[in-house]
């Protein structure tokens, strides 16, 4: 089975967990997390258009006396979860800037406005219910972004990628519009999760070209959804898959992805023995090999389920 196909076979699963006869769910377990980032104008740029963000949450509930069966509420509930986002400015080198920060900052106020917290990603109806939000929030920081450029003319026509990545135990869920990628490392096996948002893709998504044609490789820089910059309404990839011990996430823009090879990413982040060093050898790498572009990385390692969490996180600049 190839690897697109087993993430399609996760995602699946992931809607049609086994119950068992009185509808309850396994116990909730959290996977140990190490997070690393790093960050670099390239080597043409003097000021960084990328922008990035790691968030981590908690929710908890102990339980200090019930007659309920201890098989409904555990004793301790206790939830973690992780957001990464990295974000690419478009549209000039002082708007572009302009545009992601406020992205970032709005997605950072809606998260902590948000009113309700959904206990685990266990049944459908949260899953849909957390997917849903996500559009909700993307949609809802392309009107801020929209409304921000009616008032500044600087920033007319300005806009920004955005891609999220949110992990709470097993369970990840992404949302993305833009051409900054999330990539899923398995068994060594480097895996695109997001579609680019590009004329490109929409080429080869269309069968009209293939990706290697001249054609699609000259118009992989023409962004068809962005936050902020188009006058249509954008239509958020999101998506929802399980992952387990082993496991990389990896966020990036496309400083990275223009420079070096899926193998070539692979090879670091699979031979590396933290996510931190991942991210700088990765960055060290893209220089090496010109690095025009700001480039931002961003790596979630997925480790052992542990009793008592650990979370490590380091970045750079």
């Known amino acids: 089975m190839n690897p697109e196909d087993q993430l399609s076979q996760d995602l699946t699963a992931a809607y049609s967990t086994a119950t068992d006869d009185d509808g309850l769910r396994e116990v909730w377990t959290e996977l140990e997390v190490e997070l690393g980032t790093a960050t670099h104008q390239g080597r043409v740029r003097s000021n960084n258009e990328d922008h990035y963000l790691v968030t981590r949450s908690r929710h908890s509930l102990e339980n200090l006396s019930t007659n309920l069966d201890e098989r409904v509420l555990q004793n301790d509930f206790s939830l973690i979860a992780h957001g990464i986002l990295v974000a690419d400015g478009i549209g000039g080198i002082a708007a572009g800037e302009a545009s992601n920060e406020p992205a970032l900052m709005k997605l950072a106020q809606l998260l902590v406005d948000m009113s309700e917290w959904i206990m685990g990603l266990e049944r459908t109806e949260n899953i849909s219910a957390v997917l849903q939000r996500i559009t909700d929030r993307f949609l809802q920081i392309d009107e801020a972004l929209k409304e921000k450029a009616k008032w500044d003319v600087t920033l007319s026509g300005r806009g920004t990628t955005l891609t999220v990545a949110c992990t709470l135990g097993a369970n990840l869920v992404i949302g993305h519009?833009?051409?900054?990628?999330?990539?899923?490392?398995?068994?060594?096996?480097?895996?695109?999760?997001?579609?680019?948002h590009t004329l490109s893709q929409s080429l080869i998504d269309a069968g009209i070209a293939d990706r290697d044609d001249p054609a699609p490789r000259s118009?992989?820089?023409?962004?068809?959804?962005?936050?902020g910059s188009l006058g249509k309404p954008?239509?958020?990839?999101?998506?929802?898959?399980?992952v387990y011990p082993g496991d990389q996430l990896l966020l990036c823009t496309d400083g990275l992805t223009e420079v070096l090879e899926d193998k070539a990413i692979a090879r670091v982040m699979g031979e590396t023995n933290s996510a931190l060093r991942a991210c700088e050898m990765l960055i060290d790498l893209t220089l090496a090999e010109g690095g025009l572009d700001n480039v931002t990385v961003a790596i979630q390692r997925f480790g052992l389920?542990?009793?008592?969490?650990?979370?490590?996180?380091?970045?750079?600049?």
């Not at 118009?219 to 936050?227: G, K, P, Y």
Request: charged share 20%.
């Open 177 to 196: 519009v833009g051409d900054s990628r999330a990539y899923l490392l398995r068994d060594r096996q480097l895996t695109q999760l997001t579609t680019d």
């Open 219 to 227: 118009m992989r820089h023409v962004l068809t959804a962005a936050l």
């Open 234 to 242: 954008i239509e958020p990839q999101v998506l929802h898959l399980k």
């Open 305 to 317: 389920p542990s009793p008592a969490p650990n979370t490590q996180i380091q970045e750079t600049t």
